[in-house]
C-alpha cells in the first residue's frame, strides 16, 4: 500500500510562488507515473501536471503551462510542484497521486490514479 503525503501549501499574494512536495511511503512509487491534481470548491478535480516514471515525460495543464514545474526524486520517493506567478484561479487544494503501468502516455483523469494523497490547501490573495 503506498501512502501520499502533501506538503508546502499555504498563503500568499498574486505573482508569488509556492513549491509543493509529495513524499511516498509503504511502497515505492519509482515505477509510477506522479501526477498533481488540484479541486475548487463547486468544481471537478483537474490534472494539473503529471510525470512519467523516470521523469523524461511531462504534461502540463494549459492553464499552468509557463508557470509550473513537475519534478521528481526516485531516490527519495518525492514529487515535487513548483507554481510561480501564482493566480487567485489557482486556489484549491493540491492533491498528489500515483499511476501504477503507464509508460510513455501519461495518465490524465483521476481514474487513472491509483493512490492519492490527502491534499494540501493553496490560496492566493489578490
Known amino acids: 500500500q503506498v501512502q501520499l503525503v502533501e506538503a508546502g501549501g499555504g498563503l500568499v499574494q498574486a505573482g508569488g510562488s509556492l513549491s509543493l512536495s509529495c513524499a511516498a511511503s509503504?511502497?515505492?512509487?519509482?515505477?509510477?507515473?506522479m501526477g498533481w491534481f488540484r479541486q475548487a470548491p463547486g468544481k471537478e478535480r483537474e490534472l494539473v501536471a503529471a510525470v512519467s516514471w523516470s521523469g523524461g515525460n511531462t504534461y502540463y495543464a494549459d492553464s499552468v503551462k509557463g508557470r509550473c514545474t513537475i519534478s521528481r526524486d526516485n531516490a527519495k520517493d518525492t514529487v515535487y510542484l513548483q507554481m510561480n506567478s501564482l493566480k487567485p484561479e489557482d486556489t484549491a487544494v493540491y492533491y498528489c497521486?500515483?499511476?501504477?503501468?503507464?509508460?510513455?502516455?501519461?495518465?490524465?483523469?483521476?481514474?487513472?490514479?491509483?493512490?492519492w494523497g490527502h491534499g494540501t490547501q493553496v490560496t492566493v490573495s489578490s
Open positions: 497521486a500515483a499511476a501504477l503501468g503507464y509508460i510513455g502516455v501519461l495518465p490524465t483523469t483521476p481514474r487513472n490514479y491509483n493512490y
Open positions: 509503504g511502497h515505492t512509487v519509482r515505477r509510477y507515473a
